[in-house]
């Protein structure tokens, strides 16, 4: 049999639990940490002067309590002084940011990615970003890692190329990353929509929520997964690539050379050419066809009205699989939805199981189009959130 926990793996545990609470939801009275934690008021003080000595985190009195007695001391991230660097290769856009613990965003730039610019190629430009940005740290901050979001897609001029998410870019970025940056940075990757997921999940919309689907359209259309509080992974990490589920076997070609893939129906490139817009691309290509539509531009409103039943006859199937608490709709998805919103719910209830849909709450990110550049900043700091003391 094996034995429990040693004590210090337990003091362990509870720092990396203390810090990722103050991480997750800001300044936090110690009173409530003893709450929230489980623990008791000498074990939160014990472990808010570690980790105040090793500089992750600050103690001050609140400035009102409007209380009588001794106030509880507020624990607050060291948000200035610890950061990580995000960065975020998007199909049409590159962007990178500094990040400070308790993820606020201390520093940012981005560019245009120029189309068919391969993913490789944005190694470069992401690493001069990183290098501007150190110019700028003060003396005595701290990083922790670097996190990468990819969008496993190039946009080529005839349409766009998939590239699967682990196999093709994975290895080589990360080793010319590695390369740009130095062997001191820990870097960690992750597919665009899965870590917008996770980050929905512990900071966004879907907080409180074991079941989501993220969904992220871009060129393409691709989802992050999480069920009973894990990422649905597959073998391999192929798993959620739900744009190629096929919804319509009658439908059009599609670039991974099947037909009738869910995306072909409610990618961009669906919405445009129902719009009479062919030839245009991008978000706000799809945000003038929305906006159209609002304004009562008929073809716009067609559009809009046909991509909205595909996406809720695609999400009413997700849910009778997952069983999803909240459905979010990231990217060029967040502006179809905000404009179909009731399209895609009254289709959603006739193709879903009662029993699937009922609870399923319908949102976009909570994080804005940040959702993929804080996710891969959350990457960053996971070492760091695990053992506080270790590095
Ligand atoms: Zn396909």
């Not at 623990?39 to 002067?49: F, K, Q, V």
């Not at 309590?65 to 049409?92: F, K, N």
């Not at 990040?99 to 068919?116: A, I, Q, S």
């Not at 009562?296 to 809009?304: E, K, L, T």
Request: glycine fraction near 14%; charged fraction near 25%; aromatic fraction near 4%.
């Amino acid at each position: 049999m094996r034995a429990g926990p040693s004590p210090e793996e337990v003091r362990r545990h509870n720092l990396g639990s203390l810090l990722r609470y103050v991480h997750l939801h800001g300044a936090t009275s110690r009173a409530e940490l003893t709450n929230r934690l489980g623990l008791n008021r000498s074990t939160i003080g014990a472990l808010t002067a570690e980790l105040t000595t090793a500089g992750l985190v600050s103690e001050a009195v609140p400035r009102e309590t409007g209380r009588a007695g001794r106030p509880s001391l507020v624990v607050r991230p060291e948000s200035a002084r610890i950061h990580a660097y995000a960065l975020s290769i998007e199909v049409d856009r590159l962007r990178a940011a500094r990040v400070g613990l308790g993820g606020r965003v201390l520093d940012r730039r981005e560019c245009e990615r120029p189309p068919g610019m391969p993913v490789l190629d944005a190694v470069k430009p992401l690493a001069a970003f990183v290098h501007e940005m150190r110019h700028e740290v003060a003396d005595g901050a701290r990083h922790v890692g670097t996190g990468v979001a990819v969008a496993g897609r190039i946009r080529r001029a005839d349409g766009t190329v998939r590239l699967s998410p682990t196999v093709d870019w994975i290895d080589p970025v990360r080793a010319a990353l590695s390369d740009e940056l130095g062997d001191e940075h820990r870097l960690t990757l992750g597919n665009h929509a899965d870590v917008s997921a996770l980050v929905e999940h512990s900071r966004g919309a879907a907080v409180g929520c074991d079941n989501v689907i993220y969904l992220h359209g871009d060129a393409g259309v691709a989802a992050g997964i999480i069920a009973g509080g894990a990422r649905v992974t597959g073998y391999g990490g192929h798993g959620g690539d739900v744009g190629h589920m096929v919804v319509n076997p009658y439908g059009r070609a599609c670039g991974c050379g099947s037909r009738g893939c869910w995306e072909t129906e409610i990618g961009e490139q669906a919405l445009l050419r129902r719009a009479g817009r062919e030839g245009e691309t991008g978000r706000a290509a799809v945000l003038s066809v929305v906006r159209a539509a609002t304004h009562g531009d008929s073809r716009a409103q067609f559009a809009v009205r046909e991509v909205g039943d595909w996406i809720g006859f695609g999400v009413g199937n997700l849910a009778n699989i997952f069983n999803p608490e909240a459905v979010i709709f990231g990217g060029t998805l967040r502006d179809v939805y905000l404009g179909a919103a009731a399209q895609i719910r009254s289709r959603l209830n006739e193709v879903a199981l009662p029993a699937c849909r009922e609870h399923i709450r319908l949102r976009t990110p909570g994080l804005g189009n940040d959702a993929a550049l804080i996710g891969a900043a959350e990457l960053a700091f996971q070492h760091l959130l695990d053992d506080p003391l270790l590095s």
